[in-house]
């Protein structure tokens, strides 16, 4: 039996995360990693299945044992927002929360977007092309999706930039980013600054509410249920964090793939009506989101193993959308490829709610992209990607805009 390497932020893995998870998927697709703590899913059956099994918890967000009992009281106020996110919640608050913020954020708030959506990419692409050379992560990937969801939230423009600052914050202690040192306190201050500014604009909504989600979601009620303000702010963190990182890497992840296959790229070119079932590809093929954790709510047996209660899981849908048992040619980005039932976004009562938006700031994003810049090319001869196992980001992306 082959040896399997235990480090899941070895930067081998973190290049390559496919070849390493295919080797784990031939192995044991229910496997336990003793380094990691916790059980490694990594089928298409098992991971979809993991999304829906009742047994597996979304409660996952907790202080980690290593940090001490000082810190663990000084964060309390920033995992108390975080218990607040639906995602991070079973039935039945999570059925709560849930439908209180399907009230607000519906498909017309969604369709309502989308010229809006069409004029800032312009005007980013606009004003990018006064250099021939970019850093397209920064100056395009990163800030179509801030604009987006500020202009969604109704944060006011000149905020946006502050908006961004706490997302990218909040990232380090949500995607665990074990690099930067201090991540406890930079998310902490942040999150507490964007906290505050958020009270100033629900308490001037709820006196003057305007067409914008933060109105909608402090007018949400079901059954004479409504979201608290305590909900209303959390809520709100997570539709910028949610909405921002993963939109980000969708459009760079997407313009790498283009870049290293050309011939999808012309097909592309040649019919943009592809954009469609290329999003959807790019989701399969190289999505933002690479794994999701679950923690055991009860023992049970899975594949003759003994899961027990408090286990972590890790449920890989990097591996689940390679599968060869579900996809035809896995490790091909194909634009045409339909059906495609990715996990990108998930499965079950946790599915994005942001799927639609994210969908369609891909396709207004690259589809205008390309259509401005046909023959870019990435300069980097080796991208870098963040240390990081859930979510699938790089670091920077240099191109040349032709
Ligand atoms: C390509 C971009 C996106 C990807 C790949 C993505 C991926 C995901 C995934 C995998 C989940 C399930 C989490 C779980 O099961 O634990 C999820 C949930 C969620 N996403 Fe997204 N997402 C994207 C964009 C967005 C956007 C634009 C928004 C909002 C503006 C958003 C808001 C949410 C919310 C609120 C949830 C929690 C749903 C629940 O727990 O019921 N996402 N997303």
Redesign the pocket.
């Known amino acids: 039996m082959q040896t399997i390497n235990n480090d899941l932020l070895d930067p081998l893995v973190v290049v390559d995360p496919y070849s390493y998870y295919e080797t784990l998927r031939k192995h044991d697709p229910v496997y336990w990693n003793s380094q990691w703590g916790g059980w490694i899913f990594t089928s298409y059956e098992e991971v979809k299945n993991g ?1 829906q099994d009742i047994r597996l918890s ?1 409660e996952r967000v907790r202080p980690s044992k290593g940090m001490g009992k000082e810190k663990q009281q000084e964060m309390s106020s920033t995992y108390t927002i975080l218990s607040n ?3 991070f ?1 079973d039935p039945p608050k ?1 059925t709560r929360l ?1 439908m209180l ?1 399907n009230k607000a ?1 519906t498909p017309k708030a969604v369709n309502k977007l989308l010229p809006k959506i069409e004029e800032t990419t312009d005007y980013l692409l606009n004003d990018m092309s006064k250099n021939r050379e970019v850093n397209v992560l920064q100056s395009y990937a990163s800030i179509l ?1 801030i604009m987006v ?1 500020s202009d ?1 939230l109704g944060v006011p423009k000149e905020d946006r930039n502050l908006i961004k600052k706490w997302s990218d914050d909040l990232m380090l202690l949500v995607f665990g980013a074990a690099e930067v040192e201090n991540r406890h306190e930079v998310a902490k201050n942040s999150l507490s600054e964007m906290v505050d500014y958020l009270k100033v604009i629900i308490k001037d909504r709820r006196v003057n509410p305007k067409e914008d989600l933060i109105s909608a979601l402090v007018e949400a009620s079901e059954d004479q249920d409504k979201l608290s303000d305590d909900e209303v702010i959390s809520t709100c963190t ?2 910028v964090f ?2 921002h990182e ?2 980000t ?2 459009i760079a992840n997407g313009l790498l793939a283009f870049n290293n296959h050309p011939e999808q790229l012309q097909l592309l070119k040649n019919k943009p009506e592809l954009i469609n079932t290329a999003v959807d590809e790019i ?1 399969r093929y190289d ?3 690479k794994a ?3 923690v055991a709510k009860e023992d049970f047996i899975l594949n003759d193993k003994e899961i027990k209660i408090g286990d972590k899981v890790l449920l890989v ?1 990097a591996s689940a959308n390679r599968d060869p048992a579900v996809f035809e040619r896995p490790n091909e980005f194909d634009i045409t490829r339909s059906p495609n039932h990715h ?13 639609p ?2 969908l369609q ?2 396709r207004i994003a690259l589809g205008k992209f390309i259509e401005k810049f046909p023959s870019y090319r990435v300069l980097d001869q080796k991208v870098e990607w963040q240390p990081t196992f859930v979510n699938r980001g790089l670091k920077y992306l240099n191109i040349s805009l032709y």
């Open positions: 999304f979304a996110w639906l995602v919640n999570h849930r913020m954020f999706p969801i969604l997570l539709l949610g909405g993963t939109t890497n969708l989701l999505g933002p989101s999701m954790v679950r849908q996990l990108g976004f998930g499965r079950g009562i946790h599915y994005c709610l942001g799927a938006l994210a700031e891909g």
